[in-house]
């Protein structure tokens, strides 16, 4: 007899679980309808404005399309569009899983210094030329971009791997590592000549407006590649969100995790920047938002970061084009004056309740 309660108790349970499951991959399909329609948008503004018919018939049949209008959209517009969409998935996903594995609500690829390292490393080939992997010195910006967030990252995973050090200090760290490396880049403008200053002044300031369609290529790429692995390995992530000692028992290798996790997002986080600059607090407001809507269900929570941050960054870049009509204003100035309230939320927040 007792059987029967238990059935219907399992039979609630999984209609629950099916209603969680529906309800979240409606959000994800919602999140999918407004990043379509923030990049239609942003191809849309510009110098001059078209109709967002025009833009979707251009779109979806070039052909039909005026040899003018077809060059705008696809050649110079289209670029950008896509570049907002690709840095801002990638800088997101990557601020998701530091904070996932740091558990630290206030970790991200800016927080932390990774941002600022790739930055340092790009300017010492913007300023001097230095190659820091000189057998390249084609690709030295991004390389040198990703080489310095690499160390920056590694710095980051074996501090926290240290006994007695809390997250708190992780922070800490990250926040000591910001101003070295903003205090070297400011000493490399310092030092610079006016043509190499005006380079990375303009960098630093974080700006879309030099997408190409190889730079899109490049990052897309990185995004395309990085997911799957991520992926593959949602089951571990959620789990360490139990705890060290919990996915420890569960079998996972949390200090094998954590450094693959860290060198995975270090390139998330150097390529973008290594092409477009500095673009602060979208790895830290993009999955926090994601958060939110799906919880902590790495299956949800990884393509919500992504189309979250994907999102943040396309609307950001919609902005930056209406607030002065002909004018793009740089993409970095406008996600911090976004980001920056959104910071003082989270420390007022968690000094409340623990994360």
């Given at each position: 007899?007792?059987?029967?309660?238990?059935?219907?108790?399992?039979?609630?349970?999984?209609?629950?679980?099916r209603?969680?499951?529906?309800?979240?991959?409606?959000?994800?399909?919602?999140?999918?309808?407004?990043?379509?329609?923030s990049?239609?948008?942003?191809?849309?503004?510009?110098p001059?404005?078209?109709?967002?018919?025009?833009?979707?018939?251009?779109?979806?049949?070039?052909?039909?399309?005026?040899?003018?209008?077809?060059?705008?959209?696809?050649?110079?517009?289209?670029?950008?569009?896509?570049?907002?969409?690709?840095?801002?998935?990638?800088?997101?996903?990557a601020?998701?899983?530091?904070?996932?594995?740091?558990?630290?609500?206030?970790?991200?690829?800016?927080?932390?210094?990774?941002?600022?390292a790739?930055?340092?490393?790009?300017?010492l080939?913007?300023?001097?030329?230095?190659?820091v992997?000189?057998?390249?010195?084609?690709?030295?910006?991004?390389?040198?971009?990703?080489?310095?967030?690499?160390?920056?990252?590694?710095?980051?995973?074996?501090?926290s791997?240290?006994?007695?050090?809390?997250?708190?200090?992780?922070?800490?760290?990250?926040?000591?590592?910001?101003?070295?490396?903003?205090?070297?880049?400011?000493?490399?403008?310092?030092?610079?000549?006016?043509?190499?200053?005006?380079?990375?002044?303009?960098?630093?300031?974080?700006?879309?407006?030099?997408?190409?369609?190889?730079?899109?290529?490049?990052?897309?790429?990185?995004?395309?590649?990085?997911?799957?692995?991520?992926?593959k390995?949602?089951?571990?992530?959620?789990?360490?969100?139990?705890?060290?000692?919990?996915a420890?028992?569960?079998?996972?290798?949390?200090?094998?995790?954590?450094?693959?996790?860290?060198?995975t997002?270090s390139?998330?986080?150097?390529?973008p920047v290594?092409?477009?600059?500095?673009?602060?607090?979208?790895?830290?407001?993009?999955?926090?938002?994601?958060?939110?809507?799906?919880?902590?269900?790495?299956?949800?929570?990884?393509?919500?970061?992504?189309?979250?941050?994907?999102?943040?960054?396309?609307?950001?870049?919609?902005?930056?084009?209406?607030?002065?009509p002909?004018?793009?204003?740089?993409?970095?100035?406008?996600?911090?004056?976004?980001?920056?309230?959104?910071?003082?939320?989270?420390?007022?927040?968690?000094?409340?309740?623990?994360?």
């Amino acid at each position: 007899m007792a059987a029967v309660p238990n059935d219907r108790l399992a039979q609630t349970g999984q209609a629950a679980y099916r209603a969680l499951v529906l309800r979240r991959s409606v959000l994800i399909a919602l999140l999918i309808v407004g990043l379509f329609l923030s990049v239609s948008i942003d191809m849309a503004l510009g110098p001059a404005n078209y109709a967002l018919s025009d833009v979707l018939t251009t779109i979806f049949h070039p052909f039909a399309a005026t040899g003018q209008l077809r060059v705008v959209i696809w050649d110079i517009r289209m670029p950008i569009a896509l570049m907002a969409l690709t840095v801002g998935a990638s800088l997101s996903v990557a601020g998701a899983q530091m904070q996932t594995i740091l558990a630290n609500p206030l970790a991200s690829p800016f927080t932390l210094g990774i941002s600022a390292a790739a930055g340092f490393g790009a300017a010492l080939a913007l300023v001097g030329g230095v190659a820091v992997f000189p057998l390249a010195t084609q690709f030295m910006v991004p390389i040198n971009a990703f080489l310095m967030a690499m160390l920056a990252a590694l710095f980051i995973h074996f501090a926290s791997t240290m006994r007695g050090v809390a997250v708190e200090t992780i922070v800490l760290l990250g926040i000591a590592l910001v101003f070295t490396f903003n205090a070297l880049l400011s000493l490399l403008e310092y030092l610079a000549s006016e043509q190499a200053l005006a380079a990375v002044v303009f960098w630093t300031m974080g700006s879309l407006t030099k997408a190409t369609w190889p730079k899109v290529a490049i990052t897309a790429s990185i995004v395309i590649v990085v997911m799957p692995l991520f992926a593959k390995r949602a089951w571990a992530l959620t789990a360490l969100r139990l705890g060290e000692d919990k996915a420890a028992s569960l079998g996972i290798n949390v200090r094998r995790l954590r450094l693959e996790t860290m060198m995975t997002v270090s390139l998330l986080a150097a390529i973008p920047v290594s092409f477009v600059g500095t673009i602060g607090f979208i790895g830290l407001v993009g999955p926090h938002i994601a958060r939110m809507l799906v919880g902590e269900d790495q299956r949800f929570f990884l393509p919500a970061s992504a189309l979250c941050g994907a999102l943040l960054l396309s609307a950001t870049s919609v902005v930056s084009k209406t607030l002065i009509p002909g004018a793009m204003l740089p993409i970095g100035v406008m996600t911090a004056l976004v980001g920056v309230p959104f910071f003082f939320v989270l420390i007022f927040t968690h000094r409340k309740k623990s994360w």
